[in-house]
């Protein structure tokens, strides 16, 4: 280096305890140098193993934290899954059962802490149309739902109707970690059912029985009456006798009618059939029909045939009824629209031919629980004795093998829609 040159040093110096860098900055003056400033920058291996001691703590209580978590989470899985009614079963990629919940146990009888860490095919057997669905589990990358299967236990025997599902389950990079088998115990399902189909036959049979009770006193009252009415002595009928025949005469008409309404809705009604034209008998009875005051009926009716082997009463019966409670839900004024077409479905072969009938009001509409009870023998938001009406309707179209299908929604009015099948 010549005399006056600037220089800028950085010397490293190492020790046991730390590192050091001393930087120099000044003139060469010849036989000496001018030192105009110097430094250290020191990296005190002590210093660094405190900071990496401070980051080990703070990762040691974030995992700790995090491992907290993820027990108070399994610990809520687990007891949701044991409260469950689906046995559930998850096994990993060889087999090996990791987890089942209580509900298998209770299904079979075969201890849950036997099962876990076995292969599940020493344990249960899981078959559907004599197919093994838990021989080719290892295999199952997609959702597979099956019905009808029956679940056994290999050591007692003992086995169960069941559907359910097998799924796998994805880690983290797409593999398949685990596969998870789900079986509803379709015994338990159907008791369910059945508790609940006698529950709702209970309820109609009371309402049954209370409304024919009140209707079919009210007309042996009225029988009762004018027989004594009738009562003489002498042998000789009073002077007003003609008036309480004629009032015996339209009590029993009237029990006549429940019963035989009680009947189409029983489907036990004799079915006197012959060939009629349904669009000719509702245009025949619209023009006979006495239209209430408050309504004002608007009518579209197909031109078209519509052929369909029934009893003309039954038809008519079934107008009459709709029409009457259309009627009754329109309240002070309203429009009753009927309207008639034919449907023709593309099946081949043959085509299909539905014939229906909508009958529109713009009363005050139903809502859901009214709706869901509307067909059911005496039920009705009037009065007891009330309620046969839609009972007959319903079992009329069903005599058919038809369906009736109700749009309605409180404050919107109501659609009835029939279908019938024709030829």
Request: hydrophobic content about 40%.
């Amino acid at each position: 280096m010549d005399r006056g040159t600037a220089f800028d040093w950085q010397i490293n110096v190492a020790t046991r305890e730390s590192i050091d860098t001393l930087a120099f900055s000044g003139v060469d003056l010849g036989d000496s140098l001018l030192v105009l400033a110097a430094g250290s920058s020191a990296f005190h291996s002590q210093n660094v193993l405190t900071r990496i001691n401070s980051e080990l703590s703070n990762l040691h209580r974030r995992v700790a934290q995090q491992n907290e978590t993820l027990v108070e989470q399994r610990s809520r899985l687990e007891s949701i899954l044991e409260s469950i009614e689906v046995a559930v079963i998850e096994v990993d990629p060889d087999g090996i059962v990791n987890f089942a919940n209580g509900t298998l146990e209770r299904a079979l009888g075969i201890p849950v802490d036997r099962l876990h860490g076995t292969p599940l095919a020493n344990t249960i057997r899981l078959t559907a149309e004599g197919e093994d669905l838990l021989a080719a589990i290892d295999s199952v990358d997609s959702v597979n739902s099956f019905e009808d299967a029956v679940l056994s236990s290999v050591s007692t025997g003992h086995s169960i109707p069941v559907s359910g599902v097998i799924a796998p389950v994805s880690g983290t990079h797409g593999e398949i970690v685990a596969r998870v088998i789900s079986l509803h115990d379709l015994t338990v399902w159907e008791q369910r059912k059945q508790m609940i189909l006698s529950a709702t036959l209970m309820q109609a049979s009371r309402r049954i029985t209370a409304g024919m009770s009140h209707s079919i006193n009210n007309l042996m009252t009225i029988v009762l009456g004018n027989a004594y009415r009738l009562e003489n002595p002498r042998g000789a009928l009073p002077p007003d006798s003609g008036a309480a025949i004629d009032s015996i005469k339209v009590a029993a008409q009237r029990a006549a009618s429940i019963a035989e309404r009680m009947m189409y809705y029983t489907q036990d009604q004799i079915h006197r059939s012959n060939q009629q034209n349904l669009n000719a008998i509702v245009r025949e009875f619209l023009a006979d029909w006495e239209i209430p005051d408050n309504v004002t009926l608007e009518s579209t009716i197909a031109d078209d045939p519509a052929l369909i082997r029934t009893d003309r009463a039954q038809i008519e019966t079934m107008l009459f009824h709709l029409l009457q409670n259309a009627a009754e839900a329109i309240g002070t004024a309203g429009t009753i629209r009927v309207h008639t077409t034919i449907e023709v479905a593309a099946t081949n072969p043959p085509s299909r031919r539905t014939w229906r009938l909508l009958v529109r009001d713009d009363g005050e509409g139903m809502d859901d629980e009214t709706r869901a009870n509307m067909f059911e023998p005496f039920f009705s938001t009037r009065f007891l004795g009330r309620g046969l009406g839609l009972a007959a309707v319903d079992g009329i179209v069903r005599m058919h093998d038809g369906k009736v299908n109700v749009v309605s929604a409180p404050g919107s009015g109501t659609t009835l829609d029939v279908g019938l099948p024709v030829e």
